[in-house]
């Protein structure tokens, strides 16, 4: 069982969504709380502030983009510095895009890898000399369902997230014996206004996907996420309806699973045509 009060807690993308429940559930469980973010937004810090459970904890941000390596050491280092090492690093910096790989572009397809893949190499290259200097640590690194269960239409971020997966379980085998502890955490969709705005154009096919697991508030699945990490769970995954998925998905045969979510998507993309074909009849009419 680890931990965190007491514990400094770097955590990236901590000013908005499961990062700032994150942020303010630690603080109430007593850890020192750090901040890097592309944004560290006074109102953020002010909200993880007041979560404190004592008045001398720590709670810093630094600006941050995790995506160019030389920033994302330099804020660590000056981190570290001002505020201590850290003895936990939680990533959740990273980007989703939504759009079928026949019309992304080079550029939009490098992007998510750059920030999601590249993002979290490197804000583990920052950290980790002081985690083994120390002889412990824990890292978690935030992947996604996506990085388990292939989704259409998210060809991009669902590359990255199994990359940032199998990273997390490559570090685990060689860290462990060093004393750093690994976590993965995959959420499935989050209720976010970001949310909002991308269902206004996601593909009626990976919306009809992403129904399989649901979605979850942020804070429901921050609380998830601190459980895991203080019962030293590897892979943590949010939500019982999502648990129940990742298990339904590891038990059934791949040609199985394969047929039931073409049978799905094969269904929106029916109803799409069907759609968009009495549009253009309306349109003529």
């Known amino acids: 069982m680890t931990d965190v ?75 570290a510095s001002e505020c201590g090492a850290p003895d936990i690093l939680i990533n959740m910096a990273g980007i989703a895009i939504a759009e079928e790989f026949i019309n992304m572009t080079s550029e939009t397809f490098d992007r998510v890898i750059q920030v999601n893949v590249y993002g979290t190499r490197n804000i583990v290259e920052a950290v980790l000399p002081f985690m083994i200097s120390r002889g412990s640590g824990k890292l978690v690194l935030a992947g996604s369902m996506g990085g388990i269960l292939p989704v259409f239409g998210y060809t991009a971020y669902g590359t990255s997230e199994f990359a940032v997966l199998g990273l997390a379980q490559c570090l685990r085998c060689e860290l462990k014996p060093r004393g750093i502890g690994i976590a993965c955490f995959c959420p499935g969709e989050m209720e976010t206004p970001e949310l909002a705005e991308e269902h206004r154009t996601l593909h009626p096919a990976t919306r009809a996907l992403m129904k399989i697991g649901g979605t979850m508030h942020p804070e429901a699945a921050a609380r998830d996420l601190v459980k895991g990490i203080r019962s030293d769970q590897f892979l943590i995954i949010p939500g019982l309806k999502m648990k129940v998925t990742w298990w339904l998905y590891r038990l059934t045969p791949v040609w199985l699973w394969n047929s039931i979510t073409d049978s799905i998507v094969a269904k929106a993309l029916r109803r799409n045509t069907e759609v968009r074909n009495r549009v253009s009849v309306g349109r003529l009419l």
């Open 5 to 79: 009060a007491g514990k400094t807690i770097y955590l990236t993308g901590g000013c908005s969504g499961t990062g700032l429940a994150a942020g303010k559930i630690l603080a109430g469980l007593g850890a020192h709380i750090v901040i890097l973010d592309l944004n560290p937004s006074e109102p953020a810090l002010r909200e993880i502030g007041l979560a404190r459970r004592a008045a001398n904890q720590l709670v810093a941000g630094y600006r941050i983009n995790v995506a160019d390596r030389k920033i994302t050491m330099g804020a660590v280092a000056l981190a």
